[in-house]
């Protein structure tokens, strides 16, 4: 008789507890503690009005039985999850308030920006229009950077009007992941050299074979330093408007013709001139830097009189041996006090970020989760995997939707309807050791309820799996399951 584990499995420990005090970190009570980077020019830290001035607010009493939230301890990053007071109710940072912002400070790297204007763009549809668009009204220049930069129709209409706006006398400049685009002619990249377009790749595999599992995923379009479109989407016919019948890895499930479901966020503001600074960060990385006094790089930002707070918050686990997304993420979920809805294309979260996503639950909050089944995953076996993980998340009460039909590549998540992630990171391993990320963190409500709004439409397009799902699964196929989630940690 085979019988499905009906306790939640040990945690196991990430490879991110593992890693060397880099960064310049330094430890306390054994915990690492990451220097706050230099952000040039950081505004003071917007406090919304009627909040408590301590910036802390009551959380909702554990269920009856349940254990409560730990308090007064230290986590990986030295963030206090939650301050016990004489009363014994339990109390943490909540939205909005100067001390949750402090805290994301502290421990993300980034600053909070005010006066921006933000609006989602989902599915390829929608963003590759306005990308094209504001590309085509550009100025002065134009910053691209994407994970993969395919050379089929999608990758051919951009890079022509790329290289025609370099033809024009704009700054273009392009950083690719060689591995990500390793399924396109490099006839595609000379084209655009040969218009004036400055093209950088990122980790040649074989004269930098070394890198060859740290990979750059972030994704940026930067235009005139003043407009920004931060997200999941690669540049390919899949996330434009449907499936090109190609897959960077063997693995997945069937390629569906359906466009992806995906989502990008257009910013305009301020904290588009922290993310021209994440770009040139990276494109430093590769050889010499944009020049000082280029043209289009910090052109005055149009700031909005009582616009929404936008923080862009990078992460390059390689290159500065940081934990700035995950920072943010459990920053975020613990603040939570009503509602956490994640929509995210390879759900195989480490274990702080589980036990975090546990702890809401059982502290009362409805804790939902959209993401791919193994039959409309690319990747197949991280579908597999994530399985394995879904007996604790599934017995504290979350609920979990797998995705039937096209593929979900969105990367987004959404907080008590007030608070809002979009960016590239996924909740795997990869993202979390691996990769380099970046996430763009706001309070814009509209932001929250459209999200919100985007994941209540995509339920009848899932099945929602439960404790009976796993239940029925059989021993070979645990086997399975058991056998990728050690390997979870690089997926």
């Known amino acids: 008789m085979v019988v499905r584990r009906s306790?939640?499995?040990?945690?196991?420990?990430?490879?991110?507890?593992?890693?060397?005090?880099?960064?310049?970190?330094?430890?306390?009570?054994?915990?690492?503690?990451?220097?706050?980077?230099?952000?040039?020019?950081?505004?003071?830290?917007?406090?919304?009005?009627?909040?408590?001035?301590?910036?802390?607010?009551?959380?909702?009493?554990?269920?009856?039985?349940?254990?409560?939230?730990?308090?007064?301890?230290?986590?990986k990053g030295s963030s206090v999850f939650g301050v016990r007071l004489s009363g014994g109710a339990d109390i943490r940072p909540t939205f909005g308030t100067a001390q949750f912002e402090r805290l994301l400070d502290r421990t993300t790297g980034s600053a909070a920006r005010t006066g921006n204007t933000t609006a989602m763009l989902f599915d390829g549809v929608n963003s590759f229009e306005e990308r094209n668009k504001i590309i085509s009204e550009a100025k002065e220049s134009v910053h691209l950077q994407t994970f993969i930069f395919t050379d089929d129709e999608t990758g051919w209409e951009l890079a022509r009007l790329l290289a025609s706006k370099a033809e024009e006398g704009l700054d273009v400049r392009v950083i690719y992941d060689k591995l990500g685009s390793n399924r396109s002619d490099e006839k595609i990249f000379d084209f655009m050299r040969e218009a004036g377009v400055e093209v950088r790749g990122y980790g040649d595999m074989l004269t930098q074979f070394w890198d060859i599992n740290d990979r750059w995923h972030e994704k940026h379009l930067i235009v005139d330093?003043?407009?920004?479109?931060?997200?999941?989407?690669?540049?390919?016919?899949?996330?434009?408007?449907?499936?090109?019948?190609?897959?960077?890895?063997?693995?997945?499930?069937?390629?569906?013709?359906?466009?992806?479901?995906?989502?990008?966020?257009?910013?305009?503001?301020?904290?588009?001139?922290?993310?021209?600074?994440?770009?040139?960060?990276?494109?430093?990385?590769?050889?010499?830097?944009?020049?000082?006094?280029?043209?289009?790089?910090?052109?005055?930002?149009?700031?909005?009189?009582?616009?929404?707070?936008?923080?862009?918050?990078?992460h390059r686990p390689d290159e500065d041996g940081d934990d700035h997304t995950m920072q943010l993420y459990i920053h975020s979920i613990n603040a939570a006090q009503s509602s956490i809805v994640i929509e995210n294309a390879y759900f195989l979260p480490p274990p702080e970020i589980r036990q975090a996503l546990v702890e809401a639950a059982e502290r009362g909050v409805d804790v939902q989760i959209m993401t791919n089944s193994r039959a409309s995953n690319d990747l197949g076996f991280v579908s597999d995997a994530a399985r394995y993980f879904f007996d604790e998340l599934l017995e504290a009460g979350c609920k979990i939707y797998e995705k039937q039909g096209g593929t979900i590549h969105s990367k987004t998540a959404s907080f008590d309807g007030k608070y809002s992630l979009v960016g590239s990171h996924n909740l795997n391993g990869r993202s979390d050791s691996r990769d380099s990320e970046s996430i763009m963190a706001t309070n814009d409500p509209g932001i929250a309820q459209s999200l919100d709004q985007r994941f209540a439409s995509g339920i009848a397009e899932c099945e929602q799996i439960t404790e009976k799902t796993l239940a029925q699964e059989g021993f070979f196929t645990n086997l399975k399951q058991w056998a990728l989630s050690t390997m979870a940690w690089t997926f």
Request: aromatic share 6%; no cysteine; charged share 20%.
């Open 7 to 75: 306790s939640p499995r040990p945690r196991q420990q990430s490879p991110i507890d593992k890693r060397p005090n880099l960064g310049g970190g330094k430890k306390v009570g054994g915990a690492q503690v990451q220097q706050q980077q230099k952000i040039d020019g950081p505004g003071p830290t917007p406090k919304a009005p009627g909040t408590p001035a301590d910036g802390f607010g009551q959380l909702p009493a554990t269920k009856t039985g349940q254990a409560p939230v730990k308090t007064g301890s230290v986590s």
């Open 225 to 314: 330093g003043q407009i920004s479109i931060e997200g999941g989407m690669n540049i390919a016919d899949e996330y434009a408007f449907g499936g090109s019948g190609r897959q960077l890895l063997p693995g997945g499930g069937r390629k569906s013709t359906e466009a992806w479901r995906d989502a990008d966020m257009r910013i305009e503001g301020p904290a588009v001139h922290d993310a021209q600074r994440g770009f040139m960060k990276n494109w430093a990385e590769l050889g010499e830097p944009i020049p000082e006094g280029a043209q289009g790089l910090f052109s005055d930002a149009q700031e909005v009189e009582g616009g929404p707070t936008v923080r862009f918050v990078q």
